[in-house]
């Protein structure tokens, strides 16, 4: 089983192949894969180390799975080599997620829609997954009109540079010394909230809402409900949150709810105020459950929930997602 993983240098990338070595998936020879600035180095994975090489080398190679988080631009170019070559490409990029003739996937919610055909498979927005996760089991059960989403997402959404930037604002503001780094945001990001993420599209929604508001509607399979986004990007590290109000059709009872939640895969339920007990990006860095909590009836409609989800982007909503995805495909004995 030889595994490719595009972008291995990047941070989504070294969190793929920790992921890949925590859950002991099958590979006999890995393909770390990064840019010409990175060939000749090498990565770690299961106590060995291997050299990355390019994009054409890994071709080449034709691996059975090749899990990719090298931008969209990269996947548009080489995805369709690989699978050319008869490789499984799982792409965290947004590069296929809309295409009409491609796959978007979170294992839980829709993995039964993949065939031995579908060589290019789309991983969807991180802050995406974790909101299907929740808005899915209670669809089924409820009937979903309309969501309002508002998240905060950590700055490791944005990648390395974004870390060291608030980082470097951080100690410049402890030590009084200003860190030469990278500005990867438009504004400071220590001690802020910046409601911008991804580029502004032409009807002023970001390219992050439009995500979260398309989406979910091809990942569950059903455009009767609508959605509707604001994205704020704040100075954490641990992963995502969201703020997320739902109306139904039918009307719930909160104790069901909390059951339905309590019984879904890979859902946590956390609500008990009583403890302060309730999700929060802190605790969930490094976990590849979506946490949930602060469900309660929103008193100024019938049938409308509020709730706030949490989850690590970086792997429930990017790696571990990923090779859940390849996961299934080995199971299913597609490779």
Known sequence: MKIAVVGATGMVGQVMLKVLEERH??????????????????????????????????????????????????????????????????????????????????????????????????????????????????????????????????????GKAAVDQLNGEIEASVTGKKTMVEKIYPYEIFKNALPHCDVFSDNDYTKEELKLMREPIKIMGDDSFRLTATAVRVPVQGGHSESVNIEFENDFELDEVKNILSATSGVVLQDDITQNHYPMSLYSEGKDEVFVGRIRRDFSQPNTLNCWIVADN??????????????????????
Request: proline residues 6%.
């Open 25 to 158: 998936f099958p590979v006999t020879e890995l393909i770390p894969v990064a840019s010409s600035k990175s060939v000749g180095k090498t990565v770690s994975f299961c106590g060995k180390d291997y050299q990355v090489v390019y994009l054409e080398e890994a071709v080449n190679m034709k691996p059975q799975i090749a899990l990719f988080s090298a931008g969209g631009n990269t996947s548009l170019e080489y995805a369709p080599k690989f699978a050319e070559v008869g490789t499984f490409v799982v792409d965290n990029s947004s590069a296929w997620r809309m295409d009409p003739d491609k796959k978007l996937v979170v294992p839980e919610i829709n993995a039964n829609v993949l065939t031995p055909n579908d060589k290019i498979i789309a991983n969807p927005n991180c802050s995406t997954i974790q909101l299907v996760m929740v808005l899915n089991p209670l669809h089924k059960k409820y009937k979903i009109k309309r969501v309002v989403v508002s998240t905060y997402q950590s700055v490791t959404g944005t």
């Open 314 to 335: 970086l792997r429930k909503g990017a790696a571990t997602n990923a090779i859940q995805i390849a996961e299934y495909l080995v199971k299913e004995k597609f490779v």
